[in-house]
């Protein structure tokens, strides 16, 4: 089984992976861990502990797929044209089909299943979740998003408004996680 570690700072393009997608096992973001990151690394190749990062930006097929490709790089002047439409957002709303990794996207050693269990009239919004592997413990992050109403200015089609992580969840264990989205300025 092969596995690409990228130690990289920042995102690249990617697009390589599609050619060898059969032949690898896995491919890594460590990004700047500092001088632990070896040691994580090592805990996630040996299975001490199992995957639950997710991307924090989303990876395009290209860089010409990024909205701000057009107006960086200049030797003179940088234009910043992105508005409300930066990252995940621009891709959502414009480009869904240019994404090679979307925002929040990660991989684990087990399957977590997730069901909203109650919304709270001051919305609160419980989610269980179940760790429904067989062989692995881990922890499943929940990403909640809203659609808001487009009106006379213009909105994104849809946003990140609060997210949480589990405990460690053992296989079949569950977990109730309340996910607040008042705190969230809408």
Not at 43 to 64: M, Q
Not at 79 to 93: A, H, L, P, Q
Not at 105 to 117: I, K, P
Request: hydrophobic share 40%.
């Amino acid at each position: 089984c092969t596995i690409l570690l990228f130690n990289v700072g920042g995102i690249m393009d990617f697009s390589f992976l599609e050619k060898y997608k059969e032949k690898l096992g896995a491919a890594i973001i460590v990004w700047q861990g500092g001088m632990e990151a070896g040691n994580g690394v090592a805990d996630l190749l040996c299975g001490a502990v199992t995957p639950s990062g997710r991307l924090t930006d989303t990876i395009a097929w290209k860089y010409e797929d990024y909205p701000s490709a057009a107006n960086f790089g200049g030797r003179e002047f940088n234009e910043y044209k992105e508005d409300i439409y930066v990252g995940y957002r621009y891709f959502e709303t414009f480009a869904k089909e240019r994404v090679q990794y979307p925002f929040g996207f990660g991989r684990s050693y087990t399957e977590f299943s997730m069901e909203v269990a109650e919304i709270t009239p001051f919305l609160n919004i419980l989610v269980r979740v179940t760790n429904i592997g067989t062989e692995h413990a881990g922890r499943e992050t929940l990403m909640l998003y809203i659609e808001k109403p487009q009106g006379k200015l213009a909105k994104p089609a849809r946003e990140l408004v609060c997210f949480a992580k589990t405990h460690e969840l053992s296989p079949g264990e569950k977990e109730v996680r309340i996910l607040n989205i008042t705190k969230y300025q809408m």
